[in-house]
């Protein structure tokens, strides 16, 4: 809260603290006249229009003065159409010297406060200005005639207000003095027009105005005017000759305008000689004390034994201790005791030496709280170059080094948890690695990330995923050994270091030790969560021989754990990091195949048993690389699948074989199937992507036959896949299911599905007809499809006895390395003569 007193020596305040609540406000639709009834009643120059908590504008009783009041429809307006916006607004710290330039920059008389979330509390005046800024020793230099701007408007008191109101607005006045038939003068202001408007009865000038014009001589002191002002509530003051004669009005503005707002920084410059004015007499000291009396740094003053002989108002607000208090004892009695008497010695020898120290030290105010302050003490010496006095000069530095220690905990320690974040974990390896090489023992390094954590913030939400990893890492912390270090990377990746170890038992012990407190049930938002964790080891020497080496081995350490179930932890092994080198140049690889579309794609075909003639072909994918030499397809579709380019690889594939049939459109094509992945399907490009494929090469959509598998009819999907396949036949899309037995098939699903054929995997049809099991569950898989209608294409066919059980059974087509591998489309094409398909090895 703001002092009652209206001046002050001390530090210059900023705005929060000087300023008082109780903001007036309305909403826009608000009339003119409802808006000054508002003010009038609450007493306040200005209300702000605000919208759900949202201010919008301010209007205020200079706005009175450009309205034509005698106007009923415009007094009747919603306030909205004449407030003024945007609103000028300030920070609760900004110093008010500041908030002083920025009245005058904008020329307004008010300003908007605002917190740290840009909520208003307040608002600033001219006024507050000159009661608190500090500016008392200008204004007791200055007479009121110096600040005159203009010669005084007197109007008759039988002026009709619509008139005067005119008269003020054009002059931009925000008063007009009234004089009565007896000579005696009044004050007409801007607040009594918002009176009228509100309500007040009155017809001309002489009805509102306030008698007598309080009024003082013009060589009266600036402050005491400003004094008088504040005392009587008044906002106005006549200023005279010393007798009757009016010489004008002076205001708060007045007053204001006429304040030099460099004058702060004209002292701090005169502070900065300060020095040399000591050390020159002790008569400097003596003209310099209206400089140091007015200086926001605590001075004090001792004789050349430490003495206290004077102080300045700045040093009782910091410390507490009032000038009596203090004179007449030494500097000690604001010790610490934060510093050893060594301190203080070195202190007094390089004062007795140089004349001069500085530097940061720690004190104790008068209710016992310790702060620091940046100190200067300068030695004053006499014209016998003696030193007779001494001059310190402290600022409290509690703000900087509050501040000097959040940036220090924003770079060095992770906000969410209050463990250190990455840098200082890099630090503390570095370290622990550097002692690991003097005393020749161990570091070892465990990686932790949550597993599936990723599912708990996309389900329950952001600030519950917070609450997790704070109560994560607070079980580490209670897990590991003292003087083992918890550090948080970043996301759901934490890190445990072990500085010192000689033994694999006990990390394996602290990894299960962790996992364990990791996974115990955790209430987050009134629900129990369990949470796994994956945990990767790397050890120094041994696996790596710098920190950045055992960052990455033990991450690769732990997404191995993660790939044999999570909930584990997991030693580094070169094996790991063999193979992350070649999944990475496979990786590249594939986007560099991709992006030249140097992908192939071969041809097997699909033949009738009964005739032996082509029936269909299969498109395979076919990748031979200049670099990794050929990579099989069961190595780049997973990987596809996991870097989420497998929509973009089967785009390519369909492109291909549209473009194949169409060349082939001279020959008597057959159908080609093309293997869909699950994730192809479950994209919302993939039929318009068909679509487009179809069009461009004039396709008919029965040439094109697509391959899905049972992982596709999972229950939480089978309806979407079901409607998708629907859509697919409704277009003449032949379709089938591949690797038929292998997945989830649903035979209620399965009798819905508008499909034309199953594919009998090629694990049953390769021991046909010897193994019995695979027997059975052929003849069941045939008899299924000749229930539901469907055609049955055998896979993996190899030779004769094979082909004799599945014609027997009424299977209708095969595929496999008896009537041909996989081959490319030139010697596929030879297939489309419609002759039989002769069999390899005849």
């Known amino acids: 809260m703001p002092s009652s007193t209206p001046f002050s020596l001390s530090a210059e305040p900023n705005v929060g603290s000087i300023i008082s609540g109780g903001l007036l406000s309305c909403c826009p639709d608000t009339s003119v006249r409802q808006a000054c009834t508002l003010m009038h009643q609450a007493k306040v120059s200005c209300i702000l229009i605000t919208d759900q908590q949202t201010v919008l504008g301010i209007w205020s009783e200079g706005d009175v003065r450009h309205l034509d009041i005698s106007r009923d429809e415009l007094l009747d307006q919603p306030i909205r159409q004449v407030m003024h916006s945007p609103v000028h607004s300030i920070g609760a710290e900004v110093p008010l010297g500041q908030a002083a330039n920025m009245l005058k920059h904008f020329r307004v008389r008010r300003l908007l406060v605002v917190d740290e979330a840009l909520q208003p509390i307040g608002v600033l005046t001219q006024s507050d200005i000159i009661r608190f800024q500090g500016v008392e020793h200008y204004l007791l230099m200055r007479d009121l005639a110096s600040s005159l701007r203009r010669q005084a408007m007197i109007v008759p008191d039988s002026m009709p207000l619509s008139q005067a109101q005119h008269l003020m607005s054009d002059e931009g006045l925000d008063a007009l003095v009234v004089s009565r038939a007896d000579g005696e003068h009044g004050i007409l202001t801007e607040r009594d027009l918002v009176a009228w408007v509100a309500g007040t009865k009155g017809e001309v000038a002489g009805d509102l105005a306030s008698y007598p014009l309080f009024s003082m001589p013009a060589s009266a002191s600036l402050m005491v005017a400003v004094q008088q002002l504040q005392e009587q509530h008044y906002r106005h003051l006549g200023v005279t000759d010393g007798g009757d004669e009016l010489l004008g009005v002076l205001s708060y503005s007045d007053v204001l305008a006429n304040i030099e707002y460099e004058y702060v920084n004209q002292l701090r410059r005169l502070l900065d000689e300060r020095d040399s004015a000591l050390r020159l007499s002790v008569e400097h000291l003596r003209l310099a004390t209206q400089v140091i009396n007015a200086s926001l740094d605590g001075i004090m003053i001792t004789d050349a034994k430490g003495t206290i002989e004077s102080v300045n108002p700045s040093f009782s607000q910091m410390t507490g201790y009032q000038q009596h208090e203090v004179i007449g004892q030494t500097p000690s009695v604001l010790s610490s005791g934060r510093h050893p008497e060594s301190f203080y010695h070195n202190m007094w020898l390089q004062l007795e030496e140089q004349g001069y120290w500085q530097g940061e030290i720690w004190n104790r105010r008068k209710n016992g709280d310790v702060y620091p302050e940046w100190l200067t003490i300068t030695a004053i010496r006499d014209d016998d170059d003696n030193i007779c006095k001494y001059a310190g000069i402290f600022t409290d530095i509690t703000d900087r080094k509050q501040k000097e220690a959040r940036i220090q905990s924003l770079a060095y320690y992770d906000e969410l948890t209050g463990l250190p974040n990455r840098r200082l974990f890099t630090d503390r390896l570095k370290l622990a690695i550097a002692n690991a090489r003097r005393h020749h023992h161990q570091v070892a390094l465990l990686f932790v990330d949550l597993d599936l954590f990723k599912r708990i913030n996309d389900s329950l939400g952001h600030l519950a995923g917070d609450k997790v990893l704070r109560e994560v890492a607070k079980r580490l912390q209670e897990t590991v050994r003292e003087g083992d270090s918890v550090a948080r990377l970043g996301g759901d990746e934490f890190t445990v270091l072990v500085p010192e170890t000689d033994e694999v038992v006990g990390l394996e012990r602290l990894a299960q030790r962790l996992i364990d407190a990791i996974y115990a049930p955790m209430e987050v938002n009134g629900r129990a969560l369990f949470v796994s964790a994956s945990i990767g080891i790397s050890v120094f020497p041994g696996d790596g021989k710098n920190e950045e080496q055992l960052l990455r081995f033990a991450d690769t350490a732990m997404y191995r754990s993660k790939e044999l179930g999570r909930n584990k932890y997991r030693f580094y092994n070169t094996e790991m990091s063999d193979r992350n080198r070649q999944e990475m140049r496979l990786e590249e690889r594939l986007h560099h195949a991709l992006a030249n579309r140097s992908l192939d794609v071969f041809y097997q075909p699909k033949v009738d048993l009964a005739t032996g003639k082509l029936k269909g072909m299969e498109a395979l994918l076919r990748w031979h690389d200049e670099v990794l030499g050929d990579v099989p397809p069961t190595q780049v579709i997973p990987l596809a699948e996991r870097l989420g380019l497998i929509e973009i690889l089967g785009v390519q594939v369909l492109e291909k074989v549209c473009a194949q049939q169409a060349a082939w459109a001279d020959r008597q094509r057959v159908p080609i199937a093309v293997n869909l992945s699950v994730l192809q399907l479950g994209s919302d490009d993939f039929l318009s992507a068909l679509d487009r494929c179809l069009a461009q090469y004039q396709l008919p959509p029965g040439l094109i036959e697509l391959e899905i598998t049972e992982s596709v009819f999972i229950p939480e999907r089978a309806e979407a896949m079901l409607a998708l396949l629907e ?10 299911i591949d690797d038929f037995g292998t997945g989830y098939s649903s035979l209620a699903y399965l009798r819905k599905l508008p499909i034309n054929a199953l594919k009998l995997d090629r694990s049953f049809v390769e021991h046909l007809p010897q193994v019995e099991g695979d027997v059975q569950i052929s003849l069941a898989v045939l008899g299924l499809a000749r229930g539901l209608g469907l055609e049955v294409i055998a896979e993996g066919v ?37 002759e039989t398909i002769t069999k390899r090895g005849q």
Request: proline share 2%; glycine share 6%.
């Open 798 to 834: 190899e030779n004769e006895e094979q082909v004799a059980f599945l014609t027997q059974n009424q299977c209708h087509q095969a595929q496999g390395f008896l009537y041909a591998k996989a081959c490319p489309a030139d010697i596929a094409q030879t297939w489309l003569s419609g």
């Open 727 to 736: 859509a697919l036949r409704e277009r003449g899309i032949r379709l089938s």
